[in-house]
């Protein structure tokens, strides 16, 4: 994907400035393969990047204050570094403050700079574009100062801005991804260890997104209320068993010996989780042997999971998975990120994936009359300084 052009507009101008030191920032979007509300359950996550990206160029100012500019959004935004606060109501620039504050709190000395961002990452679609704009803004403050600070170590400190700043109990797998899986790899995490591996994505398989077309905000409350739901489950489960520190020691004998005391809600979404980690752990294993077919059935099943044990779908995303497993060549479909909205993940042969793409878009088209937006995945590279001048 080429640069928009305001962007190296932007950078002529910032370089031609009297402060000198103009940046440019490129990050990716995650794709879950899958793994989905497992990384605050501590469990496992198998998570790429794919090439569409937030853009941002920056070019610093001789006091302490940001201003900020969304293209997408249409704003512009001034704060001062000195005694950041979240504030009322919830937007976007709040991203950018908790950024900012998380960076100063883990001792990086910032400095005033302008910035200007640009996502051609869907909102609300479960592509983690807040997680991209974090990154974005930390990469490009920090390369402002001539700082770093090393991949697993920002993506925590972006993670702390997101829960403190939008008030999302995530979890660490989006920041994880957009610093850590290399260029056609996604990466197994392990999120209580925070161990990574990469594993090839072979180039046969072929991955398709399709945006059902309803926005989900995180900082609603919906997901937090799953999050607090795990918290509940686990302060049951460790009263008979307190090894159980997370939703990641529990073993399915264990969760069917507490059935009653959870009650019905609070064991479906445990019933959700502890599968959850068996089916990335069979999906590594899918990958590794080529089979696109088994693959395929662990996205159905971990639809079904989501759907009926975490209650996380809705009618559109329910219409897409319906449209796309119609479609020939569809080995399976799910929908990808937190839900409650945003996109199908589907599987095919990659040699199909046009075709596929086609039937898939017209297919939903003729159910809802909605034309989707669509993208081949491609796993790019990790988020970086792409020029510094
Ligand atoms: C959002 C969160 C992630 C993760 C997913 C669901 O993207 O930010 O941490 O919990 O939802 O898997």
């Given at each position: 994907m080429n640069m928009p052009a305001r962007f190296s507009e932007a950078l002529n101008d910032f370089s031609a400035g009297t402060a000198g030191g103009a940046v440019l920032v490129k990050v990716p979007a995650r794709v879950n393969i899958i793994g989905e509300h497992s990384d605050y359950n501590n469990g496992f996550v198998l998570p790429m990047s794919t090439a569409i990206f937030t853009w941002a160029t920056a070019s610093p100012r001789d006091d302490r204050k940001i201003e900020v500019t969304s293209h997408n959004i249409g704003e512009t935004c001034l704060f001062e570094l000195d005694g950041i606060q979240p504030g009322q109501p919830f937007s976007w620039v709040e991203y950018v403050k908790g950024v900012a504050a998380e960076l100063e709190g883990f001792g990086i000395v910032l400095r005033g700079a302008d910035i200007l961002i640009e996502s051609d990452i869907?909102?609300?679609?479960?592509?983690?574009?807040?997680?991209?704009?974090?990154?974005?803004?930390?990469?490009?403050?920090?390369?402002?100062?001539?700082?770093?600070?090393?991949?697993?170590?920002?993506?925590?400190?972006?993670?702390?801005?997101?829960?403190?700043?939008?008030?999302?109990?995530?979890?660490i797998m989006d920041q994880y991804t957009l610093n850590c899986a290399e260029e056609g790899h996604a990466i197994l995490l392990d999120c209580r260890s925070l161990e990574v591996f990469q594993i090839p994505m072979p180039p046969e398989f072929g991955f398709i997104l399709t945006d059902c077309g309803v926005k989900h905000r995180l900082p609603d409350g919906r997901f937090n209320s799953r999050a607090d739901e795990c918290e509940a489950a686990v302060e049951i489960l460790a009263r008979n068993a307190p090894d159980i520190e997370s939703l990641r020691d529990l073993r399915t004998d264990v969760l069917e010996v507490n059935r009653t005391a959870l009650g019905d809600v609070l064991y479906r979404r445990c019933r959700h989780v502890v599968s959850e980690n068996e089916r990335v752990k069979s999906a590594v294993q899918a990958i590794e042997d080529g089979e696109l077919q088994k693959l395929g059935a662990l996205f159905d099943a971990c639809h079904t999971s989501l759907r009926d044990d975490y209650e996380v779908s809705c009618d559109e995303l329910e219409a897409l998975v319906k449209a796309a497993n119609a479609s020939n060549g569809v080995f399976g479909a799910r929908m990808v990120g937190a839900g409650f909205g945003g996109c199908v993940l589907s599987v095919c042969r990659s040699d199909r994936v046009s075709e596929v793409a086609t039937e898939i878009r017209a297919n939903y088209a003729t159910v809802t009359g909605q034309e989707p937006w669509q993208h081949i995945v491609e796993p790019a590279k990790p988020a970086r300084v792409i020029t510094q001048s």
């Open positions: 869907p909102l609300g679609a479960g592509l983690s574009s807040s997680a991209s704009l974090e990154l974005a803004v930390a990469k490009t403050l920090l390369a402002v100062v001539g700082e770093s600070v090393a991949g697993p170590e920002l993506a925590k400190l972006c993670q702390k801005a997101e829960q403190n700043y939008a008030g999302v109990r995530c979890g």
